[in-house]
């Protein structure tokens, strides 16, 4: 890993992207105050200078491949409320941002995806391979994407292949979207499960499998009893997390800061609960992996085990 340790896993990574959030630099601003851990910013908000340097407040740096800001797609957890026009994108550009990527922290620099763009599962490893040829002090992340334009999900016997499973270890994190790792909860957890036990079939334990666009309050431990070890998404912008619920940010205003709060200091509390909350939640998880005890999670504890007695018998059918 070129020296660069991706941190005791599982994470919970705030993610920033002008997409929904036009003054992302704003937000990156006020949130740096609180958050102490990883965080991730955008090839492409930095390339159109949404978003600059240093982000050293974060100890370690995810930085996208750009591919959610080039594209109208969204997020399981977007609710469409500000359109969006995506600007120029390209692989040449996404190189030259890495090129001049000179943080001040550790970073994790994610593979080149553009929605118009989509290759067969081995010429997107190959692609992947030659990201930031000769930098050191980096690691490297591979993004896998459905194979074509007209495919909605990655496709699961293709990318299990004994060949492409060992390529995957010529990479330090092995990242896939929520949205495209399948068409339900449990089919996601049924396909995050097959590749966990893929990759360490092949000696590949120390991989950490990275979900993007999972970030709240259900589905995300989900994610992680199927054997997933680093989540990301914008739900935390979106949303406030309440008791074991995500939930509209004004519900949180009226459960929590009172009628009369204004908007601006509604989204800063909730922005700051919300990074706290997930913090909670890294521990949690971690005190589930040392103990084995759904007790561990405060909230759901028992759709969680249950979930997990699921997932194990979808994974024995």
């Known amino acids: 890993m070129d020296g660069v340790e991706v941190e005791r896993t599982p994470l919970l990574v705030p993610s920033f992207s002008s997409k929904g959030f036009p003054d992302v630099a704003k937000v990156v601003a006020a949130t740096s105050e609180v958050i102490d851990g990883p965080a991730l910013v955008s090839a492409y908000d930095l390339w159109h200078k949404k978003v600059e340097p240093p982000f050293d407040f974060a100890p370690l740096l995810f930085l996208d491949s750009g591919g959610y800001e080039a594209g109208r797609d969204v997020e399981l ?25 000179t943080p001040a ?17 081995a010429d997107q490893i190959d692609r992947a391979r030659s990201l930031a040829p000769g930098r050191k002090g980096i690691a490297r992340e ?37 949205k495209e790792v399948g068409n339900s909860l449990l089919d996601r957890m049924r396909n995050i499960a ?26 995300t431990p989900l994610y992680f009893l199927a054997g997933a070890d ?9 949303y406030a997390f309440h008791r074991g619920l995500t939930i509209y940010r004004h519900n949180y205003a009226a459960l929590d800061l009172g009628l009369n709060t204004r908007a601006h200091v509604v989204d800063g509390r909730c922005w700051f609960s919300n990074y706290y909350y997930m913090k909670d939640m890294e521990l949690e998880m971690r005190r589930f992996l040392s103990t084995g005890d759904f007790a561990s999670f405060e909230h759901h504890s028992d759709l969680f085990r249950k979930a997990h007695e699921s997932l194990l018998e979808a994974l024995e059918g």
């Open 230 to 238: 680093i989540f990301d998404g914008l739900t935390w912008l979106r």
């Open 77 to 101: 957890s977007d609710v469409g409320d500000r359109e969006h026009s995506p600007r120029p994108w390209s692989r040449d550009k996404h190189e030259e941002v890495l090129a001049g990527w």
């Open 194 to 219: 097959h590749l966990r036990r893929a990759i360490d079939g092949v000696g590949l334990e120390q991989i950490p499998i990275h979900i993007f666009g999972s970030l709240d309050t259900v589905s």
């Open 142 to 178: 591979i993004l896998l994407k459905p194979e074509t334009t007209q495919q909605r999900f990655l496709q699961m016997d293709t990318l299990l292949q004994p060949k492409h499973v060992r390529a995957l270890g010529d990479f330090d994190v092995i990242g896939v979207t929520e």
């Open 105 to 121: 922290v550790p970073s994790v620099l994610i593979s080149y995806d553009h929605p118009d763009e989509r290759l067969p599962v």
